[in-house]
């Protein structure tokens, strides 16, 4: 097991997860060691599952059939927000349970990991005086619940209206046809969201968690899953005292606990220069939409913008990675530039994503956009699933869910600690690209090429850029195997 290298000693043991701790811990369990819980899915949930568990002395081994975050969890948004939206359906107690979240991922765990993003609504032709009445109303109640939350107004600054040259400073793209101002709110920006995965499932290690990926679970019961090592093709039975299915769009696969309607959602990437290098998110309230969906335009800390976003209900088996349509990227494109002085054509997308929320099923009849974000912990056959929700709230469905192993009978768990504790950091602040791939391969589970440009890094999300890394990914490994 690699040392401890390069990270501050903030938790107990060892947070670098590589290829030797995996085959270690992977013979161990196959030679028959029975942990306390199995973790299922290895996406944002799984993984905060896994550390929850872990820092109440529970004894924890977390499966994933791919990486970290090969699933839902790096095709989102990135934002750690206050569930504006949520207001704008009337459902305060969501908005409240993703402003108390945010408070404690942007004030404890993650600081590093998040930025304050300045978001505006314009009004424009688009809106109505009416319907902006309504939209800053909402803004000021997100801005009361942020308060209530306990973020500080030097984190995120109370919202206000602004000058349509104000607006334009911030968004230089934005067209001033009728611009008679902009809301102007605050939000959280993840650096990434992929990231954010693999600093939970570190730190969870560091608490001595077993963090396996290439290992698909099948057959789940009440007693543990038949595991099978991706690379070697190798099976074998793991014993576990209780589990939790975390395997998000696909854990109606492992259970008939869970009836999901998975939705589509897309985004776009534009080059940030495309858009005058915009300082501030567009938020753009969709015509018809009564202010509950927006397209925006969210600069990025790469120099992209990320276009989305689409939410389209979604049939058939759930894909590894879902596709862009092209109806959607014509939509995106056309929604955004009602707003922008000079519009987008699809020459200027440079990368494009989507991903299925892992909605739960509502009234047959209800759009998807309607559906709730709300989690749900379900239990069958002795396995607790536990499905929904969004990346901002996973920590706390995390804790839901071991609450529920913790008060069986005969479980010795301590009460929940993870409002508490911090991420691991990732490589040395202004690491060079090479040193930031070495340093994901030795101790960070990067295992393959894919790896390395399109989870611990996201170069992979501009096609071009990806080609470029290729050779410094390849030598990355190459250099940690021999080194070991
Ligand atoms: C387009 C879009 C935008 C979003 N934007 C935001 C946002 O800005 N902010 C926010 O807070 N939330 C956002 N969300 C919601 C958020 O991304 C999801 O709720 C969250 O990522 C779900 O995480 P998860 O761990 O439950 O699922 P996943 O990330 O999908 O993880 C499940 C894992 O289980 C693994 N798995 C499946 N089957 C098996 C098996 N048999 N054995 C082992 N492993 C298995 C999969 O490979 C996968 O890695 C967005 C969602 C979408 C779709």
């Given at each position: 097991v690699v040392s401890l290298r390069g990270r501050p000693p903030a938790t107990p043991g060892s947070a670098s997860l590589n290829a030797a701790r995996r085959a270690l811990e992977l013979d161990a369990l196959a030679a028959g060691e029975v942990v306390d819980l199995l973790v299922v899915g290895g996406g944002i949930t799984g993984a905060w599952v896994a550390l929850d568990a872990a820092s109440r002395g529970l004894s924890v081994a977390l499966v994933e059939r791919g990486d970290l975050a090969q699933g839902t969890s790096r095709w989102s948004s990135k934002l750690v927000h206050g569930g504006l939206r949520y207001l704008a359906h009337g459902d305060v107690g969501l908005a409240w349970e993703s402003a108390r979240e945010r408070a404690v991922l942007m004030d404890v765990s993650a600081p590093h990991l998040i930025r304050p993003l300045p978001l505006l609504i314009p009004l424009g032709d688009q809106v109505g005086r009416g319907a902006g009445a309504k939209l800053e109303a909402g803004i000021r109640i997100g801005d009361r619940l942020r308060a209530l939350a306990g973020t500080s107004r030097r984190l995120l600054p109370p919202a206000r209206r602004i000058g349509a040259e104000e607006a334009r400073r911030l968004a230089p793209a934005l067209s001033d046809r009728g611009l008679r101002g902009a809301l102007l709110h605050w939000d959280g920006q993840l650096e990434d969201d992929a990231r954010l995965v693999v600093a939970v499932a570190c730190t969870a290690a560091a608490f001595g968690a077993r963090i396996l990926t290439y290992a698909r679970a099948s057959a789940l019961h009440a007693e543990g899953a038949t595991i099978r090592d991706e690379q070697t093709g190798a099976s074998f039975p793991l014993r576990a005292r209780h589990i939790v299915n975390a395997?998000?769009?696909?854990a109606g696969e492992l259970t008939d606990a869970a009836a999901l309607r998975p939705s589509k959602g897309s985004h776009l990437l534009v080059r940030a220069d495309r858009l005058g290098h915009p300082r501030a998110a567009v938020n753009a309230p969709l015509p018809g939409s009564g202010g509950s969906r927006f397209t925006f335009a969210l600069p990025r800390p790469d120099d992209t913008v990320l276009i989305g976003l689409t939410d389209e209900p979604f049939e058939g088996p759930i894909p590894d990675a879902p596709a862009v349509g092209a109806d959607e990227e014509r939509f995106l494109l056309q929604a955004l530039s009602r707003v922008l002085e000079r519009p987008l054509t699809p020459q200027d997308v440079v990368g494009r994503f989507a991903g299925l929320r892992p909605l739960l099923a509502g009234a047959p009849d209800a759009a998807t956009a309607d559906l709730s974000r709300r989690h749900a912990i379900l239990e069958h056959d002795g396995v607790v699933t536990v499905i929904g929700g969004k990346l901002t709230t996973a920590r706390k469905m995390a804790q839901d869910a071991v609450d529920r192993i913790a008060a069986r009978p005969g479980v010795e768990a301590g009460p929940c600690a993870t409002r508490r504790i911090r991420l691991v950091d990732g490589p040395p602040a202004g690491s060079d690209l090479a040193t930031r791939l070495r340093f994901a391969v030795a101790h960070e589970l990067a295992l393959t090429v894919d790896d390395l440009l399109d989870r611990r890094t996201r170069l992979g999300l501009v096609p071009e850029r990806r080609t470029g890394a290729l050779e410094a990914a390849h030598e990355a490994l190459d250099q940690v195997v021999a080194e070991s």
């Amino acid at each position: 097991v690699v040392s401890l290298r390069g990270r501050p000693p903030a938790t107990p043991g060892s947070a670098s997860l590589n290829a030797a701790r995996r085959a270690l811990e992977l013979d161990a369990l196959a030679a028959g060691e029975v942990v306390d819980l199995l973790v299922v899915g290895g996406g944002i949930t799984g993984a905060w599952v896994a550390l929850d568990a872990a820092s109440r002395g529970l004894s924890v081994a977390l499966v994933e059939r791919g990486d970290l975050a090969q699933g839902t969890s790096r095709w989102s948004s990135k934002l750690v927000h206050g569930g504006l939206r949520y207001l704008a359906h009337g459902d305060v107690g969501l908005a409240w349970e993703s402003a108390r979240e945010r408070a404690v991922l942007m004030d404890v765990s993650a600081p590093h990991l998040i930025r304050p993003l300045p978001l505006l609504i314009p009004l424009g032709d688009q809106v109505g005086r009416g319907a902006g009445a309504k939209l800053e109303a909402g803004i000021r109640i997100g801005d009361r619940l942020r308060a209530l939350a306990g973020t500080s107004r030097r984190l995120l600054p109370p919202a206000r209206r602004i000058g349509a040259e104000e607006a334009r400073r911030l968004a230089p793209a934005l067209s001033d046809r009728g611009l008679r101002g902009a809301l102007l709110h605050w939000d959280g920006q993840l650096e990434d969201d992929a990231r954010l995965v693999v600093a939970v499932a570190c730190t969870a290690a560091a608490f001595g968690a077993r963090i396996l990926t290439y290992a698909r679970a099948s057959a789940l019961h009440a007693e543990g899953a038949t595991i099978r090592d991706e690379q070697t093709g190798a099976s074998f039975p793991l014993r576990a005292r209780h589990i939790v299915n975390a395997a998000g769009v696909w854990a109606g696969e492992l259970t008939d606990a869970a009836a999901l309607r998975p939705s589509k959602g897309s985004h776009l990437l534009v080059r940030a220069d495309r858009l005058g290098h915009p300082r501030a998110a567009v938020n753009a309230p969709l015509p018809g939409s009564g202010g509950s969906r927006f397209t925006f335009a969210l600069p990025r800390p790469d120099d992209t913008v990320l276009i989305g976003l689409t939410d389209e209900p979604f049939e058939g088996p759930i894909p590894d990675a879902p596709a862009v349509g092209a109806d959607e990227e014509r939509f995106l494109l056309q929604a955004l530039s009602r707003v922008l002085e000079r519009p987008l054509t699809p020459q200027d997308v440079v990368g494009r994503f989507a991903g299925l929320r892992p909605l739960l099923a509502g009234a047959p009849d209800a759009a998807t956009a309607d559906l709730s974000r709300r989690h749900a912990i379900l239990e069958h056959d002795g396995v607790v699933t536990v499905i929904g929700g969004k990346l901002t709230t996973a920590r706390k469905m995390a804790q839901d869910a071991v609450d529920r192993i913790a008060a069986r009978p005969g479980v010795e768990a301590g009460p929940c600690a993870t409002r508490r504790i911090r991420l691991v950091d990732g490589p040395p602040a202004g690491s060079d690209l090479a040193t930031r791939l070495r340093f994901a391969v030795a101790h960070e589970l990067a295992l393959t090429v894919d790896d390395l440009l399109d989870r611990r890094t996201r170069l992979g999300l501009v096609p071009e850029r990806r080609t470029g890394a290729l050779e410094a990914a390849h030598e990355a490994l190459d250099q940690v195997v021999a080194e070991s």
